[in-house]
């Protein structure tokens, strides 16, 4: 599986970004996918969790209400719409390759990813 993740930039506080995520390696459709991010000095955190239909979505409390998760199966592509964008919410953004068709909220975020990351995009919100 490779991932390409790509939209983010610097924004001022109250903005908004649409990041992107390009898979590749197999059946896009077949399986779940996720956004997770990681700020400086800090452990790489969920954010969110769309299953293969796109009929499910899940996200860390923290972003409930801001971000959206949605794909495009015909394009492979999964999308994290941020809107009023704070500065704790600077940090580099990964998509992650679902383990299967769903996830889970009753284990642990990472369990229902492969572990593959991209290279990440950079968002900077300022003050």
């Known amino acids: 599986v490779q991932l390409v993740e790509s939209g983010g930039g610097s924004v001022q506080t109250g903005g908004s970004l649409r990041l992107s995520c390009a898979a590749s390696?197999?059946?896009?459709?077949?399986?779940?996918m996720g956004w997770f991010r990681q700020a400086p000095g800090k452990d790489r955190e969920f954010v969110a969790a769309i299953s293969a239909s796109g009929s499910f979505t899940y996200y860390a409390d923290s972003v409930k209400g801001q971000f959206t998760i949605s794909r495009d199966n015909a394009k492979n592509l999964v999308y994290l719409q941020m809107n009023s964008l704070k500065p704790e919410d600077t940090a580099v953004y990964y998509c992650?390759?679902?383990?299967?068709?769903?996830?889970?909220?009753?284990?642990?975020?990472?369990?229902?990813?492969?572990?593959?990351w991209g290279q990440g995009t950079l968002v900077t919100v300022s003050s």
């Open positions: 992650a390759a679902g383990v299967g068709r769903s996830y889970s909220s009753n284990t642990r975020p990472e369990r229902s990813f492969l572990g593959v």
């Open positions: 390696g197999r059946t896009f459709s077949a399986y779940a």
